[in-house]
């Protein structure tokens, strides 16, 4: 049986609600996430089958390609559902050696957006994030280019990916920051610190990498007997966990295939029980 999306909700921003469990578009590119996916065809019918049960909330970035995730997001949903929220990044260069290299100049990130704009057929981002904080510029730069395109309507929410709580907290001075996408996962748990802070302020925590490729290190045996006991897959069981470890949590597990997204989505009708939970809490 195929199932839909039944995670509970979140308000982005305080006003813009979205479900909990999202879809990251980062996979639907080639390999090493640069150039056209094989069958561009398939990458389609994967966005049309996010919406079609029920997710709202598609995560992508300029980098993604780079331009292709964007572009196919564009070409196959818009105009887009009046609930569907599109968030994207901007901030990080690729070249063909599959390189990820920050740029965080404010007259980079205004053209990057303007780029983004355009791909996504859209005059206004749902949720534009800065991808990373770039070395070479200072980030106050960066977050107040974000709030000035905020400012023109060309951005509806502001977000950050990759931060400390010491950036969170800078970046708050300057404009209302709606999420914070930071690498978080069952395995992983090196931004708890980030985490604890987005939950004081209501502000969303999309985990990315929230599957950790299948590898969830240490906890792999735990992973694997919850998901024994409640015949599910570690993957699903490590969805769960994301959705019921925070009342802010936004996962948006990424995939190329229709049958792995309907699985991911069937994670939203998986609960956990305490044991459970402590478990994998440990």
Not at 261 to 278: I, K
Request: proline share 5%; aromatic share 6%.
């Amino acid at each position: 049986m195929v199932l839909n999306n039944a995670s509970d909700t979140f308000d982005i921003g305080g006003e813009t609600t979205v479900h909990r469990l999202g879809f990251g578009a980062m996979r639907l590119t080639g390999e090493n996430i640069i150039g056209e996916p094989d069958d561009v065809a398939n990458a389609k019918r994967v966005l049309h089958e996010s919406i079609a049960r029920g997710v709202d909330l598609i995560d992508t970035a300029d980098s993604y390609g780079p331009a292709v995730s964007e572009r196919l997001i564009g070409e196959a949903l818009a105009p887009y559902p009046e609930d569907l929220v599109v968030a994207t990044k901007g901030g990080l260069l690729r070249n063909k050696q599959g390189d990820w290299k920050p740029n965080g100049d404010p007259d980079y990130l205004r053209n990057a957006l303007l780029g983004s704009l355009d791909r996504l057929r859209t005059d206004s981002i749902d949720l534009y994030q800065f991808h990373r904080p770039d070395p070479d510029t200072p980030f106050e730069d960066s977050v107040h280019a974000l709030a000035e395109m905020k400012d023109d309507g060309l951005i509806q929410h502001v977000g950050l990916s990759n931060v400390s709580v010491e950036q969170l907290d800078e970046a708050r001075d300057i404009v209302e920051i709606a999420t914070v996408q930071n690498r978080y996962n069952v395995g992983d748990r090196d931004s708890e610190a980030v985490l604890d802070a987005c939950e004081d302020a209501h502000i969303g925590f999309i985990p990315w990498f929230p599957l950790g490729a299948g590898d969830f290190e240490a906890k792999e045996g735990d992973v694997n007997a919850v998901a024994a006991k409640h015949d599910a897959t570690p993957q699903q069981v490590a969805l769960a966990w994301l959705l019921q470890r925070s009342d802010v949590m936004l996962p948006i597990p990424g995939t190329s295939s229709v049958s792995h997204l309907r699985d991911n989505v069937a994670a939203s009708h998986l609960t956990l029980d305490e044991e459970d939970m402590a478990r994998l809490d440990e």
